[in-house]
């Protein structure tokens, strides 16, 4: 029998408790620098060196850090779910944990690519991109993410993604930043959907919304719990 297919979709809030910091709450990355300073195409041409040093931090990070009972739980949704992980994370929290269909939307932290040709993507070598480092083309390497302002070329995948989903799952995300957020609007109507995420406010947009505002270490494999019984 075909199983039945679940589309999780996370933010940064899953990755919290692993120590890896989200980005609009209090204490979060964008009240420590400013968004135009390192994550944009603007700012990589302005000072390279800053917008690498910002990546290179964060990838310093991802690499100590370890899934936590958030990412473990939905690997379990697997023995007898179709689960398909859409992250607007760059860390690799779900592939240490061993989930196996992962879609990045916003890039990858262990991934840098050729600043003038976005098909050459390569592993970074060590924790630190620097300066110097060139593509076979002979252009810098850059880190492998999206920027704001650039195209989410995943995007249009995702959507086709969560338009087939049985269940839908969002965890630890604002839902501020499009094209991302309006994943949601892909999903039939019919289709239960579950937000967890202290924070997770009503959101009359989205209908057949379950709301669990715990946090993701605990909400998730509370959920997770439930959809195998
Ligand atoms: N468990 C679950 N959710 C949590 C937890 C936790 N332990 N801690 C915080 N959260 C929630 C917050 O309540 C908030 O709703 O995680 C969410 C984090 O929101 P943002 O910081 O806006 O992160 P995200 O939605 O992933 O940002 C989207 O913005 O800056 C860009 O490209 C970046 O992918 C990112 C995008």
């Not at 195409?41 to 917008?51: C, F, S, Y």
């Not at 910002?54 to 779910?81: D, S, W």
Request: charge should be positive.
């Amino acid at each position: 029998m075909k199983k039945k297919k679940i589309v999780v979709f996370t933010g940064a809030g899953i990755s919290a408790e692993s120590g890896l910091k989200t980005f609009r709450d209090s204490g979060g990355l964008w009240e420590e620098y400013k968004v135009e300073d390192v994550a944009t195409p603007e700012a990589w041409l302005d000072n390279p060196v800053r917008v690498l040093e910002f990546y290179n931090m964060r990838r310093r990070q991802a690499v100590g850090a370890k899934p936590n009972p958030a990412h473990l739980a939905l690997v379990q949704l697997e023995t007898i779910y179709d689960v398909q992980i859409i992250t607007q994370n760059i860390d690799d929290l779900h592939e240490k944990a061993g989930s196996k269909k992962i879609l990045h939307l916003h890039g990858e932290i262990n991934k840098c690519r050729s600043s003038i040709d976005d098909s050459l993507i390569y592993p970074v070598k060590g924790t630190d991109l620097k300066m110097g480092q060139l593509c076979e083309k002979n252009s810098q390497l850059r880190p492998h993410i999206v920027w704001f302002g650039e195209f989410v070329p995943m995007m249009e995948h995702a959507n086709i993604l969560a338009s087939s989903a049985d269940i839908f799952i969002i965890i630890g995300t604002s839902l501020n930043v499009y094209p991302a957020a309006g994943l949601v609007n892909f999903v039939p109507e019919k289709v239960p959907k579950y937000l967890i995420d202290p924070q997770g406010v009503s959101k009359d947009y989205i209908p057949n919304l379950n709301i669990n505002r715990k946090k993701a270490g605990v909400g998730v494999p509370e959920l997770v719990k439930n959809l195998l019984k």
